[in-house]
C-alpha cells in the first residue's frame, strides 16, 4: 500500500516535495525533480529555506506561521537549475508515528508572472505613442506630490493638444490623423527633461508632469520657457498638406491651484480650454471668467433655442447705378432684458464657449433664406455677404458647413461672398482654405482691409473677389487729410486686379471721393444703415 502512496505521490503532475522540519528533502516527485535536471536531491536543503533568496525575515515568517497553525500559503522564491523562478507554495505538517514532516507542494508562477507583467506595462504605455499613460501619469503625479509635501515644492501639469485637435480626424482621416499624433509625440519628447513625465492621453491630447519646482516664480518662467520650446517644436511636425502645428497649452500648479491631482487636472484642463493659441497657466482671475464664460454660453445657447437672434443687411450700392449690387449679413441679438445688442457685445463670448458654430450656421443659412426670396424679385442682386471670424474661418467643419448650406438653401455658390479679415490670413494654412473656398465656387471678399498686417504680395496673389477698406481711412474726410492714404490704398487693390469697396461713407464728401477713386460698391451710414429685412424689403418695394 504505501508502495502505491509512494508512486501516486511520485507522479503528481504538481511538484512537492516531503521534507524534515528543517527543510532538507526526504522525497521529491518526478515533476519537481524536472526543475533539477534530475540532480539528486534527498537530503540537502530546500532553496526555501535560502535567506538569501527569500529575505531573512520571509523565512522566520513562514517557520513561525508552520510552527503556530501547522499549515501556510504564499508566494516565495525557487532556485531550478535554470535559475530562480517565482513559485506559489503550500506547505502542510504532515504526522506520522508522533514524526513531524512537512508536505511542500508547489506551482510555477513564472508565466503569469510575465503575462501581468506585460498587462502591467500596457496599461502604463499609450500604444499609439509609446509614452506614458493616463494610468502612469495619475501615479507619477500622486508620487510627485508625495514628494513635493515633503520638500515644500510646488509641481506643474501642462495640458497640450494641436490648436485644432478635434478637426485632425476630420481633415486628414485616422491613419494621417494618427501618424501625425505620433510625430507630434516624437517632437514633443525631445524637448522635455528626463525628469519630467510626458504622457498622451488620447485623441493627440498630451500632459506634461514637471515636479519639484522651488516656488511661484520658478514655476511660472518654467511654464513660459516650455511652453515655447514644445511650440517650436510642434511647428517642425508635419500633417498632413501642412506644415507645422499649432498647439493649445494650459496648466496648473499643485498646491498653487489645485490640492488633488483630479483638480489639478481640472484646471489644466480649464486654463488649456481658455487658451486659444497662448499658452495659459491656470489662476483666480481665469477661474472667475470661466464660471462667467460657462454663464454666457447658456445664455447664448438659450438665445438659439427661443430665436432670439436675427439677421440686419446693410446694403453695397454701385457707385455708378447707385442700385443695391449685394446685402451684407450683420447679426444681432433681440435680448429680452437689454433690447437689441450688437455683434460687439456678444460674438466673442459665442467664440470662447464654443457656440459660433452653431450661431454660424444660423447665420448662413438665414441669409442664404432671405437672400433667395429677395432675389427672385429682384434678379440684378449680386451676392450675399456673411462675415466670417477667424476662427470660423479656420475651423475644421468650414467647408462643410458651406457646402451642406449651399445644397439645402439652394443658393448657386457664386451668390455666397465670404468676408474675412487680415487676422484670419495670418493662420498658417490660410491660402489653402482660401484655395478650397475658391474652387468650391464661392466668392471671398477681405474686410477691413488696410487695418491688419498682411503682406501686400500675400494678398495679391490670394483668389480674392473684393476688397473692402477698412473704414478709418475714409471717416476722418473732410476734418483730416488722409486721403493720399486712401487713393493709395486703393491704388494698390485696382492694381492686384480686385474689385474695390469703400467702406464707412457717411458724409456727401466721402463719397464724392469714393466715386473718384473708382470705387465700384459704396457701404456706409449715409446711403443705407444695416436694417432689418422687413425693412430692407420697404426699401426695395416702397408702395
Ligand atoms: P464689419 O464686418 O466691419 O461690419 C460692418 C460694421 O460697420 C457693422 O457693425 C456696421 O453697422 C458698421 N457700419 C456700416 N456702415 C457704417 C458707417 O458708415 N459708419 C460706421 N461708423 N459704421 C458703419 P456691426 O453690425 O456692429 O458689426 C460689427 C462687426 O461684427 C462686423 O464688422 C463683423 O466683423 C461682425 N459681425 C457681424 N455679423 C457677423 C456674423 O454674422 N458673423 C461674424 N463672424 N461676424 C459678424
Ligand atoms: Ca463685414
Aim: aromatic share 6%; proline share 5%; net charge negative.
Amino acid at each position: 500500500m504505501s508502495d502505491v502512496f509512494a508512486a501516486a505521490f511520485d507522479a503528481s503532475p504538481l511538484p512537492q516535495a516531503l521534507m524534515t522540519p528543517d527543510g532538507r528533502y526526504l522525497q521529491v516527485s518526478r515533476s519537481l525533480l524536472l526543475w533539477h535536471n534530475d540532480a539528486p536531491l534527498v537530503d540537502t536543503l530546500s532553496s526555501l529555506w535560502n535567506e538569501k533568496l527569500q529575505g531573512p525575515s520571509m523565512v522566520k515568517m513562514v517557520r513561525d506561521a508552520m510552527a503556530r497553525k501547522g499549515s501556510w500559503s504564499g508566494e516565495l522564491q525557487y532556485q531550478t537549475h535554470k535559475g530562480p523562478i517565482p513559485v506559489q507554495v503550500h506547505l502542510q505538517v504532515v504526522v506520522k508515528d508522533k514524526d513531524n514532516y512537512w508536505l511542500a507542494s508547489l506551482q510555477d508562477l513564472s508565466l503569469r508572472k510575465q503575462a501581468d507583467l506585460r498587462l502591467q506595462k500596457m496599461a502604463y504605455v499609450d500604444p499609439l505613442t509609446q509614452l506614458a499613460s493616463a494610468g502612469l501619469l495619475a501615479d507619477r503625479c500622486s508620487q510627485a506630490i508625495a514628494r513635493a509635501k515633503r520638500a515644500q515644492q510646488l509641481l506643474m501639469l501642462i495640458l497640450i493638444q494641436p490648436l485644432d485637435q478635434a478637426g485632425l480626424r476630420a481633415t486628414l482621416g485616422t491613419d494621417a490623423a494618427d501618424s501625425a499624433i505620433q510625430s507630434l509625440a516624437l517632437a514633443l519628447v525631445k524637448q522635455i527633461r528626463h525628469e519630467d513625465t510626458l504622457a498622451h492621453l488620447g485623441q493627440g491630447r498630451f500632459a506634461l508632469l514637471v515636479p519639484d519646482l522651488k516656488d511661484k516664480n520658478q514655476a511660472v518662467s518654467a511654464f513660459g520657457l516650455i511652453t515655447e520650446k514644445l511650440r517650436a517644436a510642434a511647428g517642425q511636425v508635419q500633417a498632413g498638406p501642412s506644415n507645422g502645428m499649432e498647439l493649445q497649452q494650459g496648466g496648473a500648479l499643485w498646491p498653487e491651484d489645485a490640492n488633488t491631482v483630479q483638480r489639478l487636472q481640472q484646471q489644466a484642463e480649464q486654463a488649456l480650454l481658455s487658451a486659444s493659441n497662448h499658452p495659459q497657466l491656470f489662476t483666480p482671475a481665469l477661474q472667475k471668467q470661466l464660471e462667467k464664460r460657462r454663464t454666457e454660453a447658456s445664455a447664448i445657447e438659450q438665445a438659439l433655442d427661443c430665436d432670439e437672434f436675427v439677421l440686419h443687411y446693410q446694403p453695397l450700392l454701385n457707385t455708378e447705378s447707385g442700385e443695391t449690387d449685394s446685402l451684407e449679413a450683420l447679426i444681432r441679438w433681440q435680448h429680452p432684458d437689454r433690447g437689441l445688442l450688437l455683434p460687439g457685445a456678444f460674438l466673442e463670448q459665442a467664440e470662447a464657449t464654443g457656440n459660433m458654430q452653431a450661431l454660424g450656421n444660423w447665420v448662413l443659412r438665414e441669409a442664404a433664406r432671405q437672400f433667395l426670396h429677395w432675389q427672385q424679385q429682384h434678379p440684378h442682386l449680386q451676392c450675399i455677404h456673411v462675415n466670417l471670424s477667424a476662427q470660423q474661418f479656420r475651423a475644421h467643419y468650414l467647408l462643410a458647413l458651406i457646402r451642406d448650406v449651399l445644397a439645402d438653401t439652394g443658393l448657386p455658390a457664386e451668390q455666397l461672398c465670404l468676408e474675412i479679415t487680415e487676422k484670419a490670413l495670418q493662420w498658417p494654412q490660410a491660402a489653402d482654405r482660401i484655395d478650397e473656398l475658391h474652387l468650391m465656387g464661392v466668392r471671398l471678399a477681405l474686410d477691413d482691409y488696410g487695418a491688419g498686417p498682411s503682406a501686400i504680395q500675400q494678398v495679391a496673389a490670394m483668389p480674392l473677389y473684393q476688397i473692402k477698406l477698412d473704414r478709418q481711412f475714409i471717416q476722418p474726410i473732410p476734418h483730416a487729410r488722409t486721403e493720399k492714404q486712401l487713393s493709395g490704398l486703393a491704388a494698390l487693390v485696382q492694381g492686384m486686379d480686385k474689385q474695390l469697396v469703400v467702406c464707412g461713407v457717411e458724409n456727401a464728401r466721402q463719397l464724392e471721393l469714393a466715386q473718384q477713386l473708382g470705387s465700384q460698391l459704396v457701404q456706409g451710414f449715409l446711403l443705407a444703415e444695416p436694417q432689418s429685412a422687413e425693412a430692407i424689403s420697404a426699401l426695395f418695394d416702397p408702395t
